[in-house]
Structures are given as C-alpha cells and as structure tokens.
C-alpha cells in the first residue's frame, strides 16, 4: 500500500498469518501504527516535547486519513 505520511511517499506491505502479503493485515498494521503514534503524541506533549508531538500527531492523522479513503471505517 502507498500512502505519504509527513510529506514522505511511502510503501508497506504487512503480512500476519499468511504466506503473502495482504491488503488486511496491511491496513490492520497501520491502524495499529496510527494509534500508537497517536498516544506518543500525548505522551509527548505531557513531556513538553511539542515539536515530536506535533510531528507524531501528524503522521497519525496522515494514516488515519489515508485508511478511512480508502473505506476501511465504513466496513
């Protein structure tokens, strides 16, 4: 899957359980990718550190967004 995170073009592939990788798994990662960014941009913040915070936020939102294009919320 492509997608740009912070102005960088990126490309990941996540298999779990299976041989090949795969479209789920791959979305599945970086949901749970999203989210840990998301709670380090807290933790971050909390430690006064606003600059990584914003940055960790961002690239949060970015797969967020990214992941809810392409309909994964609305399964």
Same mark, same amino acid.
């Given at each position: 899957?492509? *997608?740009k995170i912070c102005g960088y073009?990126? %490309?990941?592939k996540a298999k779990e359980y299976s041989d090949n990788f795969n479209k789920l798994? /791959?979305?599945s990662f970086l949901n749970e990718l999203s989210i840990? *960014?998301?709670t380090?941009?807290?933790r971050l913040e %909390?430690? #006064?550190l606003? #600059?990584?915070? /914003?940055r960790a936020q961002q690239m949060a939102d970015d797969i967020y967004n990214e992941l809810k294009?392409? #309909?994964l919320y609305s399964k």
């Open positions: 899957m492509k *997608l073009e990126v %490309e990941i798994d /791959t979305e840990h *960014l998301a380090a941009a807290n %909390e430690d #006064g606003y #600059g990584m915070a /914003t294009a392409n #309909g």
